[in-house]
């Protein structure tokens, strides 16, 4: 091990600029984890009631710093999820490199360790600077911080990197490095895969028993209706990925049999060759999807049922402490879509970056660039459209049925905020898929032919 961080190191000192953006990209998703990590630790680390500054109250109470630090935890999904991302094209871009070292006698799995902990000391840079910016806040914020605060900060600051380096390496898992410069991924094409398929499966299981224990227990509560909601979230997330990759076989079928324009013609065979890449591109995609659906749905009709009891003067504490509660919740989801949506610009760039000499070889054979750009855009495109649309119901289906629990009146009410949601996630998926657009321009350069 500590010959392949020497190794990971020195490889890291002499990376050129082209791989530096990508080094940047997993330390400042590492340094937003790192700050989500040092926010929970700190709020855990508080005991009984507490009079915080900031929140307008609703941080004070052990039970909502409980609920507000479980919010949070679920953000690092997305967080960890675009480091895998930034792994993975990180190994495209040192296929040369992994080469050399399987020449000199390492295992493929040496090689992927290797590319790992490179990830992994772009971690530590980006959590020690995240660390460097909590302290002096923290001892703003709070003028005599607990022992369990500065150690849990402390463990913050070396868990975070050891994390980024386990989910490069669980990246990675499937990327096989040849001796002769080729490289390569090892993936079911036929299928989601046994994870997602395991995972559905215990959702699905979850979903039953809560649909049980409502049915003949007590009624759902306000206490289970959170348990159910993420899991339905979760659920459905899955459904819109099996949508996608489903969508992608079927499409590429059709429009390969009948297209007519070369744009389409490629898109199409690019996603039947491999339709359930495109899918778990866009699973972080659909998951913010079927949640930010589901959270503007509940928001429209929280608010109005706080402004009706405000009215009647029922609310038990000041209007801040709710919308504080509403806007938290809306901060994290949008960090949670900008993750999303780069994790799915840089999976383009990643796609790009793999087929960069058979993009160079339809290049020199005359394709122009602007049909490759064309099918580009349409790889993303064409399967989001109807997984999206799933997304969206689901998540505004997820908004009205939670909605109802809080009074009869709300029990009919559509959440008509839910429905610009999918429309503005699909329009800024594809401006995320255009910004890999000058990476397909150096992807086409003849110089790729050498190598192929």
Not at 112 to 137: F, M
Not at 353 to 375: C, D, E, F, S
Request: charged share 15%; with cysteine.
């Amino acid at each position: 091990m500590r010959a392949d961080l020497r190794l990971a190191w020195l490889l890291t000192r002499g990376s050129d600029r082209r791989e530096w953006w990508r080094a940047g990209l997993t330390a400042v998703g590492a340094g937003l984890a790192t700050g989500i990590a040092l926010a929970i630790v700190c709020l855990a680390s508080l005991d009984g009631y507490y009079s915080v500054s900031v929140g307008s109250g609703l941080l004070d109470s052990a039970s909502d710093r409980r609920n507000v630090s479980i919010a949070l935890g679920l953000l690092l999904i997305p967080v960890f999820g675009f480091l895998g991302q930034c792994a993975r094209i990180g190994a495209v871009h040192r296929d040369r490199r992994l080469a050399a070292l399987r020449l000199a006698g390492a295992t493929p799995w040496q090689a992927r360790r290797i590319a790992a902990l490179e990830s992994g000391l772009a971690c530590l840079a980006g959590s020690l600077a995240a660390t460097a910016c909590a302290v002096p806040l923290l001892l703003h914020l709070w003028s005599r911080p607990g022992a369990a605060a500065w150690a849990g900060t402390a463990l913050v600051a070396v868990t975070v990197p050891v994390v980024g380096a386990a989910v490069s390496a669980l990246a990675l898992r499937r990327v096989v490095a040849s001796p002769l410069g080729r490289l390569r991924r090892v993936r079911p094409t036929r299928g989601p895969g046994r994870l997602f398929r395991t995972a559905f499966w215990l959702l699905t299981a979850t979903v039953l028993f809560i649909a049980l224990a409502a049915l003949f227990g007590s009624p759902v509560t306000f206490d289970l209706g959170p348990v159910a909601v993420i899991v339905l979230a979760l659920l459905l997330s899955l459904v819109a990925v099996w949508v996608a990759g489903a969508s992608c076989r079927q499409l590429g079928e059709g429009f390969a049999a009948r297209a007519r324009r070369p744009a389409l013609l490629i898109a199409a065979e690019r996603l039947r060759e491999d339709p359930w890449a495109t899918a778990r591109t866009h699973a972080a995609v659909l998951l913010v999807t079927v949640v930010g659906s589901g959270f503007m749905g509940v928001r429209q009709v929280l608010l109005a049922e706080l402004h009706d009891m405000r009215g009647k003067g029922q609310l038990g504490t000041d209007m801040a402490y709710y919308t504080s509660g509403i806007d938290l919740t809306a901060a994290a989801i949008l960090v949670a879509v900008v993750l999303a949506l780069t994790g799915l610009a840089v999976g383009t760039a990643e796609s790009l970056a793999t087929r960069r000499r058979g993009l160079a070889a339809q290049a020199a054979a005359g394709v122009p660039h602007g049909v490759l750009a064309r099918a580009l855009l349409l790889e993303t495109a064409l399967p989001l459209a109807p997984a999206v649309a799933v997304a969206g119901l689901g998540g505004t289906t997820i908004g009205a049925w939670y909605a109802s629990f809080f009074s009869e009146r709300t029990a009919m009410v559509v959440p008509f905020a839910a429905l610009p949601v999918p429309f503005a996630v699909y329009a800024a998926c594809l401006l995320a898929a255009a910004t890999s657009l000058p990476v397909l321009r150096r992807s086409v350069r003849p110089g790729e032919l050498r190598y192929a």
